[in-house]
């Protein structure tokens, strides 16, 4: 079993489920720049963003199993790969070039065409006109208590002393997928071609020189903030330390993840006459405690007076925080311009381990 | 009009065209660029790690955008190069600072943005010319050299054009692969030097947005994004900005943050209803009885914005009761003018002729002293002596709403609930600012000028339109100056400009003038009437069960009309076959209604099709020759959002093009 080396200062992802538009921005600028489609990676999305309630992906994710009940380690079972889906490839040779254009049609000749990353996009719950959904973003949650780590036989699974990312040694791995199962997220992938675990690596090469995230970075709905938890100046800190409207998904799961979520408000209830249900929540509170755990009636109640607050004319600090004037504050000290960097004088190697 | 001419004429003109051409490969260079050559590097992998760190380097660092796409947005992106490849791109730290207490415009740039590196390699590239071999459909292409690919696409021009005239060849180029910038420019001069027929695009993709030329005679009315964030209202109606406008849709849930209700008017609950403190649902295109109960509410509870109603509208207006049309000063005098208005100024009890109006000298609306009456009923005597009643616009307009479109009857209409339509009337009114974000997909609907209208009337009520944070937002366009000239499109003569300098303003005719002369010249010819003559279209937009029957007539009936009149110009004339369609990136066979009828009744009468695309799309299978063209990354051009933006991007070339 791994062992677990607590670390210095915790880095820590914030979504506002109020700005996320679940474009996919994020899932592709992580795609693009880390799994790619690279033989073994070619279903890999280290980020992504999914519509609730949903399956998910992999499907139905949430009730697979894995982390901390009663102290113990649960180890829960892996996606299979229809679960995951994805990986497409088309007939393109044959359709466009291949002289059959008038009788072949395109369809899936590899991966799985049963499911996907995103495949029950804006479905969502309830019924019309009182159905309702939201958009998730997940990464790896780069846990204070990772199960993965805990899980791994072969101890290749460790926390950055200085920032506590959670990152798999692919030398050490050796593919037993404990990690996978142990993981309650489900967010850890296996390469079947290279016979290793691989998952968010935290952008740890950007983050080495001073540069946030890709998926915080390249977010146009301005909805992602990064930093230390420990950091007073950082968005982070505040919203999650110092306003509590920012806070874990499936806190159950027992892995004290570091991704953080300001909860979704929507648009009142209608009732059966057609008139408005002033006093209801369209988005069942039931649900969304079954999310957030009961952290989330405060951070809603929070959240609802502070735009009272606004609507009277009255200032807020949360609110300024999250409207975020300058996107700069959204990367806490990670606020480097990546273009900056020329790699003739600058190290490739990061000072850091 | 089409030119008939000869085989030499011919080629001088395009040879023309061709010099024209060569400006679309102006460098426009970006004085940030970093230049350096990077040298060979052994990658050194110490480690899995290393693989990661490895991954995460580039020789150089491009300012490109995507300027050639069909997309508002004009964002910049950093292309990040390694090995001669756009490896992949990231939104760049690129703007000035916020404006006016808003957020920035940080970080600008969508999914579609963050991929194109990798679609630019796809298996759908286009990387050398293609000539079809067999039947067109058939998938099957030989690979051309340039120089063959232009002889035979220009010998076959040259040939139409001699037997057929210049008109039976067409070109579309849609909206797809224009940027108004440079290259746009080039390739419509071009064009234009041919004398073509030239497929309009607006039209082709049904974005001009009727209801705001009926009203105030012009389109454009939407502001830079970032004053969204001013706005204390913000009513989404009929769009769906959180799918449609990505890099902006922050400054929606950042208004709110800030103070103002969101209200989102959607049949369904869409990925913007969901961020709405108010969703309200009506019945598909039951918008403008919506509209016109939200303003019965705005009018019988007297929450509408007085003096600007009052100097901004034509409610004041006198309308004669006997025939409804406008009091006009022609009803008093023999020569008087017919487009010169009244109103009845309450301080002299009296008539008084309407400032501002097209007849009057004077561009202002200012009322100076006079106090127009907004309600009542006149007698007034005209030149031949008779008495006639007059009423102001208001009081019809009152008087329907009260008798058709209580919030009660607008209700049944829409399926509403009336409390509901008072709730955002009454909303929307007492709003310090509130917009209405419509966007262009509030052009696309049956009767849709109905819709439009009925926003521009609560925006007037209100008086938000012209505010900050505040009016309807559809549509904007502006082009860069110096573009007309480029492209040879709108030729404004030394004459005309002294005489816009003397009379200050333009004349709104002038301007149709104008316009309706450089259409002609250039034979621009709108889509669908040209579908119907030319492509089959005949077959179903003349099918009486297509129409609802408000006009009075099918839409064939009202075409066929407009065409005997010559309301509508269609280039090649009916009579004459196009026999050549020449489409700029376009994908008309996705985008035209019905394609499988263009493929019926148009393909057989070409006599070459050929497309400049980047990418293999559905209507570059049924093409005989394909010309690859260049990708986002692979030219210099500029890039901007008309006046969405505060700026433009100019791009630089990032790599080579492929193939």
């Known amino acids: 079993m791994g062992t677990l080396t607590q670390s210095q200062r915790q880095l820590a992802w914030v979504f506002d489920l109020n700005k996320c538009i679940g474009c996919q921005t994020c899932s592709v600028a992580c795609k693009v720049l880390w799994p790619g489609e690279d033989p073994g990676t070619e279903t890999m999305w280290w ?133 996978i199962e142990a993981c309650p997220y489900k967010k850890i992938d296996f390469n079947a071609l290279r016979g290793v675990s691989q998952k968010c690596i935290g952008c740890f090469p950007r983050i080495d020189h001073g540069v946030a995230p890709a998926c915080v970075r390249q977010c146009p709905g301005r909805a992602a903030f990064v930093g230390f938890l420990d950091d007073e100046s950082s968005a982070v800190h505040k919203l999650v330390r110092q306003w509590n409207v920012a806070i874990p998904l499936h806190p159950e799961f027992g892995v004290e993840p570091n991704v953080y979520y300001v909860p979704p408000l929507a648009p009142g209830p209608i009732k059966p006459d057609g008139s408005l249900d002033e006093n209801g929540s369209r988005i069942p509170l039931e649900y969304l405690e079954s999310q957030f755990g009961a952290a989330v009636h405060t951070a809603l109640a929070t959240l609802k007076a502070e735009l009272d607050k ?17 996107w700069k504050e959204a990367l806490g000290h990670l606020e480097r311009d990546p273009a900056d960097i020329d790699w003739r004088s600058e190290a490739t190697k990061g000072g850091r381990s | 009009m089409s030119t008939n001419i000869t085989r030499r004429g011919f080629l001088k003109a395009s040879g023309a065209g061709v010099a024209v051409l060569a400006l679309s490969s102006f460098h426009l260079s970006h004085g940030a660029a970093p230049a350096y050559a990077a040298a060979p590097k052994a990658v050194e992998y110490q480690g899995w790690k290393d693989v990661f760190r490895q991954k995460w380097t580039w020789d150089s660092v491009a300012h490109c955008s995507h300027t050639r796409a069909n997309c508002i947005s004009a964002c910049a992106w950093n292309v990040y190069v390694k090995d001669g490849i756009a490896w992949r791109e990231e939104q760049a730290q690129a703007y000035n600072e916020a404006r006016g207490g808003a957020p920035d415009f940080f970080p600008r740039g969508c999914q579609k943005g963050a991929s194109y590196s990798d679609l630019m390699a796809a298996p759908t590239r286009l990387r ?22 232009l002889s035979t696409i220009a010998d076959k021009m040259i040939d139409i054009a001699v037997e057929h005239g210049s008109e039976a060849i067409v070109y579309d180029q849609g909206t797809t692969n224009i940027d108004f910038g440079p ?40 502001g830079t994004t970032d004053d969204w964030f001013n706005s204390d209202c913000i009513v989404v109606w009929s769009g769906n900005p959180v799918y449609t406008r990505i890099p902006e849709m922050h400054f929606m849930t950042e208004a709110r943050y800030k103070g103002a209700k969101l209200i989102v008017i959607a049949p369904d609950l869409n990925a913007t209803s969901i961020h709405a403190d108010l969703w309200i649902n009506p019945r598909v295109e039951s918008d403008p009885a919506l509209g016109l109960s939200m303003a019965q509410v705005m009018i019988s509870e007297d929450l509408i914005d007085h003096d600007y109603v009052r100097e901004q509208s034509d409610l004041p207006f006198l309308v004669r009761k006997d025939n409804g049309r406008f009091l006009r000063e022609s009803d008093f005098k023999r020569k008087g003018r017919d487009n010169a208005f009244y109103l009845w100024d309450e301080n002299k009890s009296k008539v008084v002729l309407a400032p501002g109006t097209e007849g009057m000298r004077k561009a202002s609306l200012a009322l100076g002293s006079i106090k127009p009456a907004l309600e009542g009923s006149f007698s007034v005597k005209l030149a031949d002596g008779s008495l006639v009643e007059v009423e102001t616009v ?264 492929l193939g």
Not at chain 1, 310 to 326: A, C, F, K, M, N
């Open chain 2, 183 to 222: 290259g746009t420019a080039a390739e419509l001069r071009m064009v234009h030097l041919m004398r073509v027929s030239h497929i309009e695009d607006w039209a082709g993709v049904g974005d001009m947005p009727m209801g705001c030329v009926q009203t105030w005679g012009m389109f454009n009315c939407e």
């Open chain 1, 47 to 179: 980020m992504t963003v999914n519509t609730q309630p949903g399956r998910g992906m992999p499907r139905d994710w949430e009730s697979m199993g894995g982390g901390y009940a009663d102290g113990k380690l649960q180890l829960g079972r892996r996606p299979s790969a229809e679960e995951i889906g994805g990986g497409w490839d088309f007939n393109y040779d044959e359709v466009l070039r291949g002289g059959r254009g008038r009788d072949a049609y395109l369809h899936v000749t590899s991966g799985n065409s049963t499911w996907g990353m995103n495949w029950d996009e804006d479905e969502g719950g309830g019924r019309y006109p009182n159905s309702y959904f939201f958009y998730l973003p997940r990464l790896c949650a780069h846990c204070t208590r990772p199960a993965c780590v805990e899980a791994c036989p072969h101890d290749a699974i460790f926390k950055r002393e200085d920032d506590g990312l959670v990152l798999i040694n692919e030398t050490s791995c050796r593919g037993d997928g404990a990690c």
């Open chain 2, 394 to 657: 208001f009081s019809v307009l009152r008087r329907d709403l009260d008798r058709d479109y209580t919030p009660e009857k607008a209700a049944e209409i829409s399926g509403v609930h009336p409390a509901v339509i008072r709730r955002a009337a009454r909303e929307i009114a007492a709003a310090g600012s509130a917009m209405i974000f419509a966007s262009w997909g509030a052009c696309k609907h049956y009767h849709s000028d109905l819709m439009h209208r009925t926003m521009a009337l609560l925006m007037a009520l209100t008086g938000n339109q012209g505010k900050s944070g505040g009016g309807l937002r559809m549509a904007a366009w502006w082009q860069i100056s110096g573009f007309e000239q480029l492209g040879g499109v709108y030729e404004i003569k030394w004459w005309q400009n002294a005489l816009l300098k003397f009379i200050g303003r333009p004349p709104v005719r002038e301007i149709e003038k104008l316009i309706t002369q450089h259409s002609d010249a250039d034979m621009f010819t709108p889509l669908m009437p040209w579908l119907y003559v030319h492509a089959g279209y005949d077959k179903t937009m003349g099918k009486a069960e297509y129409n609802d029957g408000i006009p009075g007539m099918s839409t064939g009936e009202a075409l066929d009309k407009s065409l005997e009149r010559g309301w509508v110009p269609v280039y090649p004339r009916p009579g004459v076959d196009p026999k050549m369609l020449f489409f700029s990136a376009p994908n008309p066979l996705r985008r035209w209604p019905t394609p499988q009828v263009a493929r019926e009744h148009l393909w057989p009468k070409l006599d070459l099709i050929v497309n400049v695309n980047f990418r293999m799309s559905t209507t570059s299978r049924w093409c005989d020759i394909l010309l690859p063209a260049a990708g986002y990354y692979e030219k210099a051009s500029i890039k901007y959002a008309q006046n969405y933006l505060p700026y433009l991007v100019i791009a630089d070339k990032a790599v080579e093009p």
């Open chain 1, 310 to 326: 606004r609507r009277r004319g009255e200032s807020s600090q949360l609110l300024d925080t999250l409207i975020l004037y300058q």
């Open chain 2, 128 to 149: 050398y010319p293609l000539q079809r071999v067999g039947e067109r459909g058939g998938g099957k292409w030989k690979r051309i050299g340039w120089d063959e690919a």
